[in-house]
């Protein structure tokens, strides 16, 4: 069964930065097409970036050129690098994998959630 735990969320001023991690267990993270979702209070669940098995990565474009997702294989690991940090970026964040080669952009195409991590950014 495949697991995947999220940290590094926290309280940041704006113009902040932050790394978010997802540690996968249960299938080797290579394996999976990974991406992270966020969601605000009283919104849907929205797309941040993903990383296919392929190596492309897709972002929400309201994050291109902020934020950077990443790979560690060697330690199983899922990496979110934001940088420039607004308050429109205050969400729970979700770390999702799916077995498909591409990285979708919709929730419903993800079959592995973990439980999320909460990022604050104050002005």
């Known amino acids: 069964q495949v697991q995947l735990v999220e940290s590094g969320g926290g309280l940041v001023q704006a113009g902040g930065s932050l790394r978010l991690s997802c540690v996968v267990s249960?299938?080797?993270?290579?394996?999976?097409?990974m991406g992270w979702f966020r969601q605000a209070p009283g919104k849907d669940r929205e797309f941040v970036a993903a990383?296919?098995?392929?190596?492309?990565?897709t972002y929400l474009d309201s994050v291109k050129g902020r934020f950077t997702i990443s790979r560690d294989s060697a330690k199983n690991t899922l990496y979110l690098q934001m940088n420039e940090l607004n308050p429109e970026d205050t969400a729970l964040y979700y770390c999702?994998?799916?077995?498909?080669?591409?990285?979708?952009?919709?929730?419903?195409?993800?079959?592995?959630w973990g439980q999320g991590t909460q990022v604050t950014v104050s002005s």
């Open positions: 249960g299938r080797t993270s290579s394996s999976i097409t």
């Open positions: 990383s296919s098995r392929v190596g492309d990565r």
């Open positions: 999702a994998g799916r077995t498909g080669y591409q990285g979708r952009t919709g929730a419903s195409d993800y079959d592995y």
